[in-house]
């Protein structure tokens, strides 16, 4: 499959990486089509890797996946353009995370409104599903390397694109029965939120290879 991804970062090159490896062809898009970090990229992940705008990416993806930094998501995704992500389905796992008021985030939207939401406004005939948001970058692609199950969250308005989803994180190693679906877009106000409890979990273990594991009762 043709898969796009919108951000040059960790998470970006570790499920790009991942994706190529799957035997996909993959567009790493940035603000600028000679961005060093994806050229580097590409030369390593070799001839399934390509990189471009963000236009680019989500023009040659059949699937989109945005791994912007949270401040610039809706711009990200702005610039990658309406058309070139009309029908798509656009998988989020951008957090809004504001370092600007010191090193422990604050959410830069929350409670009655998410990113997740604002990407769905800013293309509003894209599908947007959130989801891989609450873990760090190598448990997304390589979840059973923790000894337990632990759970993943799925949320966006369209099912079928939501079923399409959860085919790439099978083939990343996720068990359905530890994907939860939350509903619609609204639950991202929910996994966004969880993130600055990921920080604090985060800080006390100095570690971010950890997950949830949801103990239900009958
Ligand atoms: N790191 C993790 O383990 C982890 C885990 C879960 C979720 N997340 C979330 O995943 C996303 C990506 O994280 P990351 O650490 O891989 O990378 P990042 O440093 O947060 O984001 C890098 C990407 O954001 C783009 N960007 C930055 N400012 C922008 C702006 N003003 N307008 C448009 N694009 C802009 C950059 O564009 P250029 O390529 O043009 O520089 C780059 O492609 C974030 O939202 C983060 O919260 C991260």
Same mark, same amino acid.
């Given at each position: 499959m043709?898969?796009?991804i919108l #951000?040059t970062?960790?998470?970006?090159? =570790?499920? *790009?990486?991942?994706? %190529? ?9 940035s603000r600028d089509a000679?961005?060093?970090k994806?050229a580097?990229w590409?030369k ?5 890797a390509?990189?471009g705008?963000?236009?680019?990416a989500?023009?040659a #993806?059949e699937?989109?996946?945005?791994? =912007?930094? *949270?401040?610039g998501? %809706?711009?990200?995704?702005t610039?990658a353009?309406e ?5 798509k389905?656009?998988?989020d796992v951008s957090?809004?995370l504001?370092?600007t ?7 830069s ?10 990407l769905?406004?800013?293309v509003p005939?894209a599908k %947007?599903v959130?989801?891989l948001?609450?873990l760090?970058a190598p448990?997304?692609?390589n979840p ?6 632990h759970?993943?969250?799925?949320c966006?308005?369209?099912?079928g ?5 959860v085919?790439?994180?099978r083939s990343f190693?996720?068990r359905d029965?530890?994907?939860v679906d939350?509903g619609?877009?609204?639950a991202?106000?929910g996994?966004e939120?969880?993130v600055?409890?990921?920080v604090?979990i985060y ?9 949830l594991?949801l103990?239900?009762?009958?």
């Open positions: 043709k898969i796009g #951000g970062g960790t998470v970006g090159e =570790t499920i *790009g990486t991942k994706l %190529v490896e799957l035997g996909h062809t993959v567009t790493m898009g000679a961005n060093v994806a580097a590409v390593k992940a070799g001839k399934h390509a990189a705008t963000f236009k680019d989500a023009t #993806g699937i989109v996946f945005n791994c =912007t930094s *949270g401040q998501s %809706v711009a990200a995704v610039s353009g058309a070139a992500l009309r029908g389905v656009l998988i957090n809004p504001d370092f008021k010191g090193p422990i985030p604050i959410l939207v929350g409670n009655t409104d998410s990113l997740g939401e604002q769905q406004k800013a005939s %947007v959130k989801t948001n609450t760090g448990l997304m692609v059973r390397s923790l000894a337990d199950s759970n993943l969250f799925i966006g308005d369209d099912d694109a939501k079923a399409k989803a085919e790439l994180l190693g996720w029965e530890d994907i939350l619609d877009i609204t991202a106000r996994v939120a969880y600055l409890l990921w604090r800080r006390r273990f100095g570690s971010a290879n950890f997950n594991k103990v239900r009762g009958k």
